[in-house]
């Protein structure tokens, strides 16, 4: 299996610049989303986190915890249900606050990307925001076991992703599959990150 840990040499300037971030951002303002309405399924929202880097930009993520209920040591993006009356990408940005700590002014929204339905009943819609500055976390003990960065970069390579076939409820599905040094992911992380690097694609 080719290394995957590398990143953009410091002698080649990483494609995803800040003008790739300019174009990233005009393309995701002029498309809208896909908005599902499905009433009887629950409703929750996730941030995609870019975090600036020396080297260009990184995107955040959770390993969840092992004492959760449901979906324990998985890695997913910051978020979590949305409370009533609350507005779906305010329900993100509060979630990365309290599950990371990414004060709320710290995090500009540049596009919402389309809805997903999980197995597990969510009605998940993501969202890709930009973070000013770096931070340092503050993980919430009973939901996040550690967080991690991944370079955009590391995931511009031919390799990327993987697509296995998972079996669920007697039946096979494909799914995406993105590795970095010991992390794999996979599940709705992986479809929400594919969905968001088809975008990073035509902005590099």
């Known amino acids: ?25 005009t393309i995701l303002s002029t498309r809208p989303a896909i908005e599902i ?40 993006f910051p978020g979590g249900g949305v409370e009533a009356g ?5 329900a993100a940005i509060r979630e990365a606050h309290e599950e990371v700590g990414i004060a709320t002014e710290r995090v500009e929204v540049i596009g919402r990307l389309d809805d997903l339905v999980t197995h597990s009943g969510f009605l998940v819609a993501p969202f890709a925001g930009v973070i000013d500055q770096r931070i340092d976390y503050v993980l919430q003990a009973s939901e996040v076991e550690e967080v991690f960065e991944v370079p955009i970069e590391a995931f511009l390579s031919p390799h990327q992703p993987e697509v296995r076939y ?23 992380t992986g479809r929400i990150l594919k969905h968001f690097l088809d975008f990073v694609w035509r902005a590099v």
């Open 37 to 76: 309405e499905a009433p009887h399924l629950k409703r929750a929202a996730v941030l995609i986190p870019l975090v600036p880097t020396n080297h260009g930009w990184s995107i955040l993520f959770s390993l969840r915890s092992l004492n959760l209920a449901a979906h324990s040591g998985q890695i997913s």
């Open 1 to 25: 299996m080719p290394d995957l840990r590398s990143t953009t040499p410091d002698s080649r300037p990483p494609r995803f610049d800040s003008a790739a971030l300019t174009r990233l951002r």
């Open 166 to 188: 998972v079996p669920f409820r007697n039946k096979r599905y494909p799914a995406y599959f993105y590795r970095y040094e010991q992390f794999e992911i996979w599940g709705l």
């Open 86 to 90: 609350e507005a779906l990408d305010a």
